[in-house]
């Protein structure tokens, strides 16, 4: 019988070893840099077939493209469905709570196909305007990498787990283009402890992949945010009050998505592939509405960030999206939480943002200085991870000069969260997956 396997907390005693999983984690890192940005790009290209394909069926005959446009999504959700259900049932949903499992646990990893299958499916299921988004194929196709480079490494015992949980922070560092978050995401959500040794191996691969990233491809930060002044530090109450109350909608957006993939719920009792092509179309259907809103979001929070939309607007897009999201997920691709999280939260917190600024433009000089703090206060709500969320959503908008209002939106969030007894989602979809193991 195998040992179990723990993920150890200090370096080894050998200077050796230490360096050899040193220069492991940026090995790691630079691969999972090299595969994210193909993957990135492969999601820009697939997002583009997208709506040049509505927009090319939006010229026939009244329904009919339509139709046609929510066949084809429903079709693209059931074979990313297939390809999981065929080759690699751990590739399903985001990744990352199969990733702590194994990262927490003494339990060995079964990776066979998840690479493959995880970026494939995870492009097919993205570009095909399911609302999922890119860091959950990336976590779990970056701790693949870092398995798979570990079991090299023969000279250390058990190298593979502090290299499989490197490859993970590395794939959040690339998915969002921030280093710094992914080396937090790794010890705040995953481990839930700082270590020397994760967070040393963590933030090797986090650089690593960043140098990819940004020296080789040029890639700079995810949005570019043209202005916004956060007011008078009189306001914080403001920003406070926006994360009660996204914080409440966190955790029924975070019930909601529980109860679609619950082994109860009416959608499980439908086979995988009927499933996934009901959900695909319907969720086609809302998007040939908002072609440019759907998929994972990126596009559509750097449209609200620039001043995109009036407030009915904003709302009605944020409706649609709070429910297809879950419903998105329940279809069983590849797909992530994070950006369509990070997305709501902005639309949020913008639409509010612009009925305060009409009550008072001192008051609330900028709409997207709470869309900013609004995509952290989301993330925290649902995800419970509020300094990972901080950071991730400055490093991507750069807009460190909000620190402070999205601490408070943050604090408010996590604490009605807390106060009503809302789960942290990777905790509760792992914890479902065990039950019903």
Request: glycine content about 12%; charged content about 10%.
């Amino acid at each position: 019988m195998t040992p179990p396997v723990n993920l150890p907390e200090e370096f080894p005693t050998r200077p050796r070893e230490s360096l050899l999983l040193i220069a492991g984690a940026t090995l790691v890192g630079a691969a999972t840099g090299f595969v994210g940005v193909a993957f990135l790009r492969a999601l820009e290209f697939g997002n583009q077939l997208r709506i040049g394909a509505t927009n090319s069926l939006a010229h026939l005959p009244a329904g009919s493209g339509l139709a046609i446009f929510a066949v084809g999504t429903g079709a693209c959700a059931a074979f990313a469905a297939w390809l999981v259900l065929r080759f690699s049932p751990n590739a399903a949903g985001s990744g990352i709570p199969y990733v702590e499992k194994i990262l927490r646990g003494p339990g060995e990893p079964d990776h066979r196909f998840v690479l493959p299958v995880k970026f494939l499916g995870g492009f097919i299921a993205l570009s095909s305007g399911l609302v999922l988004g890119r860091e959950g194929p990336l976590v779990q196709m970056g701790a693949v990498i870092g398995e798979r480079i570990g079991r090299f490494f023969k000279g250390v015992e058990n190298a593979w787990k502090p290299l499989m949980a490197a490859g993970a922070g590395a794939g959040v560092a690339t998915a969002f283009n921030a280093p710094v978050g992914g080396t937090i995401f790794i010890l705040e959500e995953v481990l839930k402890k700082a270590t020397p040794l994760a967070f040393a191996l963590a933030a090797a691969a986090a650089v690593s992949s960043a140098v990819v990233q940004r020296g080789i491809f040029g890639m700079g930060a995810d949005y570019s945010v043209p202005g916004a002044p956060a007011g008078p530090v009189e306001n914080i109450w403001l920003y406070a009050a926006l994360g009660i109350a996204l914080g409440a909608l966190g955790v029924l957006y975070n019930r909601l998505m529980l109860s679609l993939v619950s082994p109860r719920s009416l959608l499980k009792k439908i086979p995988a592939i009927p499933r996934a092509l009901a959900i695909g179309a319907l969720v086609g259907t809302v998007g040939w509405f908002l072609p440019d809103d759907f998929s994972g979001g990126d596009a559509l929070t750097q449209q609200i960030l620039s001043g995109y939309g009036t407030f009915a607007l904003l709302a009605t897009i944020a409706l649609a999206r709070f429910f297809t999201g879950p419903l998105s997920y329940a279809a069983g691709t590849p797909g992530g939480l994070f950006a369509p999280v990070v997305a709501l939260g902005a639309l949020l917190g913008a639409a509010t943002g612009l009925l305060l600024h009409a009550a008072s433009p001192e008051l609330a000089p900028s709409p997207a200085a709470f869309a900013v703090a609004g995509m952290a206060a989301f993330f925290t709500a649902t995800i419970r991870a509020p300094l990972t969320g901080i950071v991730i959503c400055l490093e991507m908008t750069g807009c460190y000069q909000l620190f402070l209002p999205m601490l408070a939106a943050c604090l408010g969030a996590y604490a009605t969260s807390i106060l009503l007894r809302g789960e942290p989602i990777y905790d509760a979809l792992a914890a479902q997956a065990q039950a019903k193991v």
